[in-house]
């Protein structure tokens, strides 16, 4: 058994792939993951896989051609741009003699590096320790001893392998716990972003296309924001203006394709802020040759956590390093409306926050109506938007003059006494004859 190096700093990729040249944009992306999550990369290799080897993934002659190449290049690190079963990554180990890591081992690092908040950490340890148990299944077959036989020692007659599985089921099951109080904190302060009547955008998006940049440019927040992959693991979550009233707009964490499942399970209810928006803004990198390709990808991503019926409006970012491209707001026959902009130099922004304002029917109903005596909740919810323009009050409730965005109106209506709005909902049934405050 070679002695593992803990440093994993100098990194050899294998990029493994079917009939056909190999993909560039999939090798450079794997690339940039390992660079994120803190690797020196000195080689990539193809590998030609028609049939995948069931004990190594790739055949004896690759493996060959990457032992010279790891010798040559230093690489204490091996990383393979496909999932491996836990008997394929003991073999190449075992035949390299240096650390191998798959596509979800990587993206899981990167994770654990990133988190920040308390349910950030807990939901990557989940993710972690889930996909750790596949490989106690047959990864590690020393671990098929009996224990007992000294004093003190003496079990029930479970292997370790036994025991093992047995604590780390215990651990996940705390997990799980712990995050499900956390998920029921979460959805305590959801329900009170409903019932504060504001619409919920989520930002979402391939990682790196610059979500948390716009995020911050909007909202005036300071969320983390760099050029790497998956910089943004937390939720963060921040009322933000326009001119026809406020929203709460999340920055999400980033998508990437084959996002491991077991990430996508732990971070239930991180994506739950997309789940349970009513827009999404999803944002695009504009100057990535793979754009259309990212944008699928996404789509899949949150088809696969139950958003993908949710509206969007697209937001082409980073304009500023496409040439020729200008600021516009493209609204096709069909589709999702798509604003071109910068999040960096701020160009486009005006025209994002139209279109968001339009696709939240954030327009305008002026007009007077009236409330009885027993409508007093009510009032105070017209009050506490800003609404009242002008009211007076009888024996029979009240007369208000209102300037009301129409979504909160269709959203009041639906509440008790929200009859009393009809009219003014009467006034304006055709959204095109609403004009923006």
Known sequence: MFERSRKGENALLIQPHAGGPPDEGLAEEFAELARSAGASVVATLTARIDRPNAAMLIGSGKLEEVRAAADATGADLVLVNHPLTPGQERNLERALERRVVDRTGLILDIFAQRARSHEGKLQVELAQLRHMSTRLVRGWTHLERQRGGSIGLRG?????????????????????????????????????????????????????????????????????????????????????????????????????????????????????????????????????????????????????????????????????????????????????????????????????????????????????????PDAGRLRARLHELGAVVAESASDDGWTMDLDLVRADAQRLHAQPHGDALQPLLDQHPDPDADHFA
């Not at 009170?192 to 998006?205: C, H, I, N």
């Not at 304009?319 to 798509?338: K, M, N, Q, S």
Request: net charge negative; no cysteine; aromatic share 4%.
């Open 156 to 372: 029930p007659g479970e292997t370790q392998l036994e025991t093992d599985r047995r604590l780390l089921q215990k651990r996940l099951e705390q997990l799980q716990k712990r995050l499900d109080k956390v998920e029921v904190q979460r959805t305590q302060m959801r329900r009170a972003r409903v019932r504060s009547e504001m619409p919920r955008v989520a930002l979402v998006g391939y990682t790196n296309a610059g979500k948390s940049t716009l995020f911050n440019i909007l909202t005036g927040a300071e969320a983390y924001a760099a050029d790497q992959l998956f910089a943004t693991l937390d939720p963060t979550v921040r009322r933000m203006d326009l001119p026809g009233g406020g929203l709460m707009l999340a920055d999400t964490v980033g998508f990437v394709r084959d996002l491991p499942h077991e990430l996508v399970a732990a971070f239930r209810s991180t994506l739950s802020e997309a789940r349970e928006a009513d827009l999404l803004l999803h944002v695009v990198d504009a100057a990535d040759p793979l754009r259309d390709e990212r944008m699928r990808q996404v789509d899949e991503v949150l088809a696969e956590i139950g958003a993908g019926d949710i509206p969007q409006v697209l937001a082409y970012n980073k304009i500023d390093l496409v040439e020729g491209a200008v600021a516009r707001v493209d609204t096709p026959a069909e589709g999702h409306p798509r604003v071109w902009l910068s999040a960096r130099d701020g160009g486009g922004l005006d025209l994002l926050r139209s279109a968001l304002g339009e696709a939240l029917d954030l327009r305008h109903l002026v007009g007077t109506v009236a409330l009885p």
